[in-house]
């Protein structure tokens, strides 16, 4: 009997900031790999999901959503994005169907042209647009670039998701496998622990929370009695920023480790005992180890 040969291919999705790469990532994986949230560019660092589809092997890079940077931090976001596109096999471009080809898109449009690996277009969020502008839509960004295929699709839903796969399945490249077959996403979990508590800072106080914080797993230890303990300490860059953290007598922080906690109990399928600390580090956003602990290189200059 001959097996069927397998395939394998990385597959890096790029988009403006809050087009749904995370979300869309969660889909096709069938589970939650990525944070989500509304506030954008919740992505810093590039996130993989791996999917298994038959003899296919999908190795799905989430990249931070491209933007003109002003910082540091935003230039070395930028530069990990369209870095994962170029060591792809094929990339995804996803547009948010109801903002369509606003001065982000336009922009990346003019840089896909650098982009050498076949590019699918995916225009998301499509229940949310009326079909006549959807189909215009479609033919504005044909005539912008070439696309191998295009699909429509919600993410959040699901429609369209299966095709998407499918499609991906059938064109990654002939070759074995790079994770084993039951792997979901290759983050560590340290990083995990701390991508999951700052999807739970964003949920809990949206626009309250500043931009410029970030969270580390300072502790991650398997215990004997099978539980995980983690300790993590928040970075804020003003002492106000650690009041609006913590909350009147600490119920924010508390709320924040509760819901952090109950999600990842569920993720490592064990009780998880987490301890947040919250600091101010003023100048977090300029030193090269704190970019090296969210996977992201170092931008030289100001």
Not at 112 to 134: C, G, M, S, T, Y
Request: proline residues 5%; neutral net charge; contains cysteine.
């Amino acid at each position: 009997m001959t097996e069927t040969p397998t395939r394998c291919g990385f597959i890096a999705i790029i988009g403006a900031p809050n087009a749904g790469k995370s979300t869309l990532v969660n889909a096709l994986v069938g589970a939650k790999v990525t944070i989500v949230s509304h506030k954008v560019q919740t992505t810093r660092a590039l996130v993989r999901g791996i999917v298994t589809e038959g003899a296919a092997q999908i190795v799905l890079v989430d990249t931070p959503g491209l933007f003109a940077p002003k910082r540091r931090l935003d230039r070395a976001m930028v530069t990990a994005a369209w870095g994962g596109a170029a060591d792809a096999d094929r990339v995804l471009l996803l547009i948010d169907a109801r903002r369509g080809i606003d001065e982000v898109v336009e922009a990346i449009l003019d840089k896909l042209a650098d982009i050498r690996q076949p590019v699918d277009l995916v225009l998301n969020k499509v229940d949310l647009i009326e079909p006549r502008k959807l189909l215009d839509l479609a033919a504005a960004l044909a005539a912008r670039a070439r696309f191998d295929r295009t699909f429509m699709i919600s993410a959040l839903t699901g429609s369209g998701v299966a095709d998407l796969r499918k499609h991906l399945a059938e064109t990654v490249p002939a070759g074995p496998w790079h994770y084993p077959e039951d792997e979901i996403s290759d983050l560590p979990a340290r990083m995990l622990a701390s991508e999951i508590t700052r999807e739970k800072l964003y949920k809990r106080l949206n626009d309250e929370l500043p931009y410029d914080s970030t969270v580390e797993t300072d502790s991650y230890q398997e215990r004997k009695d099978g539980s995980i303990r983690i300790e993590q300490t928040i970075y804020v860059v003003r002492e106000g920023q650690r009041k609006i953290m913590l909350g009147k007598g600490g119920e924010t922080i508390k709320a924040i480790s509760t819901a952090a906690r109950e999600e990842l109990s569920k993720l490592f399928e064990v009780p998880v005992h987490l301890f947040l600390f919250v600091k101010v580090r003023e100048n977090w956003g300029n030193e090269p180890e704190r970019y090296q602990r969210m996977g992201l290189d170092f931008p030289k200059g100001q």
